[in-house]
Nanobody, 121 residues
Framework: VQLQASGGGTVQAGGSLRLSCAASGRIYSSSIMAWFRQAPGKEREFVAGIRWSRDYTYYGNSVKGRFTISKSNAENTVYLQMNSLKPEDTAVYYC???????????????WGQGTQVTVSS
């Protein structure tokens, strides 16, 4: 399964963006789809995850209440709606696929190419 992330861009603080991650090929029902982000000079950080077969979602503490992860099984796509964006949300955002509910990047085995999100103050 290949993952293609899109939707990044530049937005002012307080604004919104929606990222998309389109998957080619079958996503097994047990899969976990997730978003991570990495800012320059920082480690990759878990943002949000969703179980493919259910609506179970989980979030990193820094984005709770502002970001929402969702999916379209018909379109084989995962979304990340980002509201109330802050300058500290600036990073390259990656989508990933794993098989375990986890926040650890090494437990995800398929990665998209990343999309840049820049939030200006």
């Amino acid at each position: 399964v290949q993952l293609q992330a899109s939707g990044g861009g530049t937005v002012q603080a307080g604004g919104s963006l929606r990222l998309s991650c389109a998957a080619s090929g079958r996503i097994y029902s047990s899969s976990i789809m997730a978003w991570f982000r990495q800012a320059p000079g920082k480690e990759r950080e878990f943002v949000a995850g969703i179980r493919w077969s259910r609506d179970y979602t989980y979030y990193g503490n820094s984005v709770k209440g502002r970001f929402t992860i969702s999916k379209s099984n018909a379109e084989n796509t995962v979304y990340l709606q980002m509201n109330s964006l802050k300058p500290e949300d600036t990073a390259v955002y990656y989508c990933a696929r794993g098989s375990t509910v986890s926040t650890i990047s090494t437990e995800f085995f398929s990665w998209g190419q990343g999309t840049q999100v820049t939030v200006s103050s």
